[in-house]
């Protein structure tokens, strides 16, 4: 199991130009991964082309240099084109298994979130869609950003992501689907961040959103649930299982096993949504904003040492804070039979032969002794605002959009 998240000793292959260049692109190892790695002065973001995952984003310099807040998974990650051939990865049955191969930190659902269907299953159709299970191709490249695509063959659509890194630790990325059918189509388009140790700390790491009406998965997510399958609450408090108040702000500080999904609309009186997790002692932030238009909803996803089946193996521990077009992790059929959740639609459409496009803002940062959060995340121009909760402090964060 790879227990270390510090990058100094992940870079095998890290080229010298990235320390000689305000701006930089190189080809990397990050743990046994393919890579690319994009470079200002003050981070660093490494990119995936095997399933077009964000896998790392750390600082050059403070307290918390290095240290990537991003999920890497306690099995060998692997190539997609290797699964299930590989005898490095665990595999468990599909349709689960293409996209655990190889998840790392940050990946994309589309054309839809959640498990397919048996008839999609069969047809070998994996979770989460075929976007995080592909190969992208690298297409074009500059000294501060990097555009990368992939084609879904079964989905019929293409996906583009354009990021750009400026001179801030922030970043600015645009994605862009295009239906290839002449249908128009109900989809689901969803970024699926996962944060993990250590910067994911229990009794230190806290998640703020604007989070509004929400509710705990209503099927049994798992055996090891600690909330009220089914119950309706506000953000952040959720009933326990057991009757008591649980507060998702914080990644549970006891010691036991748990395994959770909820689904919480985004208040729909903003025009920027967020979600941003800070780990009060080593004091480093990370966060994401986005148009609530577009992505209402944000699934909460916890694993806390539960599950057991390969390749899990209850050495798992995660939080993914998951915003885009779809409350729950069920198939496409579901969520459009469901239609909306709480007065809100649980799906998107895409009209025949035709492109949209989304762009979203993704920024790290040291923050002050006594943060214990963020009360606001605004997109002012060509800058990210993040006012932050227990000190008197705005961040500003030019991008380039």
């Given amino acids: 199991m790879i227990n270390n998240r510090i990058l100094g000793g992940a870079l095998t292959t890290l080229c010298l130009a990235a320390s000689l260049h305000s701006h930089a692109q190189t080809s990397v190892n990050y743990h ?91 047809a070998g159709v994996p979770v989460h869609g075929e976007a995080p299970c592909l190969n992208w191709k690298i297409g074009k490249q500059s000294g501060n950003s990097l555009t990368y695509s992939v084609s879904l063959p079964k989905a019929q659509m293409n996906v583009t992501r354009k990021i750009a890194l400026g001179s801030s ?120 904003v986005w148009p609530r238009a577009d992505w209402p909803w944000v699934g909460n996803w916890e694993e806390n040492h539960f599950r057991s089946a390969k390749p899990w193996l209850g050495k798992a521990v995660a939080r993914g804070m998951e915003f885009g077009t779809t409350p729950w992790p069920d198939s496409r059929r579901d969520a459009v039979q469901q239609n909306n959740l709480l007065g809100q639609p649980t799906y998107r459409w895409i009209s025949a032969q035709s492109k949209q496009s989304i762009g979203y803002g993704l920024f790290i940062a040291n923050v002050p002794a006594g943060t214990t959060g963020v009360k606001d995340v605004q997109v002012e121009g060509n800058s990210i605002k993040v006012t932050l909760d227990g000190v008197d402090k705005t961040l500003s964060f030019p991008v380039t959009r």
């Fill in 32 to 122: 046994g991964r393919k890579a690319l790695s994009l470079d200002n002065r003050a981070i660093q973001l490494l990119v995936t082309p095997g399933g077009g995952h964000i896998a790392s984003l750390t600082l050059k310099s403070g307290a918390a240099k290095g240290l990537n807040p991003l999920w890497l998974p306690p099995w060998q990650s692997i190539e997609p084109q290797d699964y299930p051939k590989s005898d490095k990865f665990p595999a468990p049955p599909d349709p689960a298994g293409p996209l655990l191969s190889s998840i790392l930190g940050q990946n994309i659902c589309v054309d839809f979130f959640g498990a397919p269907s048996k008839p999609e299953a069969a």
């Fill in 169 to 288: 630790s922030a970043l600015w990325i645009t994605e862009t689907v295009e239906n290839k059918t002449a249908f128009d189509r109900p989809f689901g388009w969803q970024q699926h961040p996962s944060f993990g140790p250590p910067f994911l700390e229990k009794g230190a790491t806290f998640f703020d959103i604007p989070g509004t009406k929400s509710m705990v998965y209503p099927k049994e997510f798992s055996t090891g649930m600690r909330l009220k399958r089914g119950e309706e609450f506000e953000w952040p408090f959720a009933p326990g299982a057991n009757g008591d108040q649980v507060d998702l702000r914080a990644f549970p500080a006891n010691g036991g096993k748990s395994s959770d999904y909820t689904a919480t609309i985004i208040d729909p009186t903003r025009k920027w949504g967020y979600v941003t997790a800070v780990n009060t002692k080593r004091k480093l932030l990370i966060g994401y």
